[in-house]
């Protein structure tokens, strides 16, 4: 399992991002996908998550209206598109696949993560 997100970086709060994650090692079209952030001091938490056709997407109450994840599962990619980005939203952000019926990682590896932080 190999994954590699993109994406972050610095944005004043308000401000939009778009992350990537390009997946490989397994077989992305059949598996239902989430990203998941861990902010400094604090445990890795669900944001957000993606059934394998895009058919239906969940959300942390934190992130609900702000966030849409979606899929290319042509091109093995995960999506979260971040819209009225708070301060409380800078963390590190990854994404895995998601144990169905839980909000937990599917997969014991994790890509590098991608930084995200806001700030003015």
């Known amino acids: 399992v190999q994954l590699v997100e993109s994406g972050g970086g610095l944005v004043q709060p308000g401000g939009s991002l778009r992350l990537s994650c390009a997946a490989s090692g397994f077989t992305f079209s059949t598996t239902t996908m989430a990203w998941f952030r861990q902010a400094p001091g604090k445990e890795r938490e669900f944001v957000a998550s993606?059934?394998?056709?895009?058919?239906?997407?969940f959300y942390s109450d934190s992130v609900k209206g702000r966030f849409t994840i979606s899929r290319d599962n042509a091109k093995n990619t995960l999506y979260l598109q971040m819209s009225s980005l708070k301060p409380e939203d800078t963390a590190a952000y990854y994404c895995?696949?998601?144990?169905?019926?839980?909000?937990?990682?599917?997969?014991?590896?994790w890509g590098r993560g991608t930084q995200v932080t806001v700030s003015s």
């Open positions: 993606i059934t394998r056709n895009g058919g239906s997407t």
């Open positions: 895995n696949g998601r144990k169905i019926g839980t909000n937990a990682p599917r997969y014991e590896s």
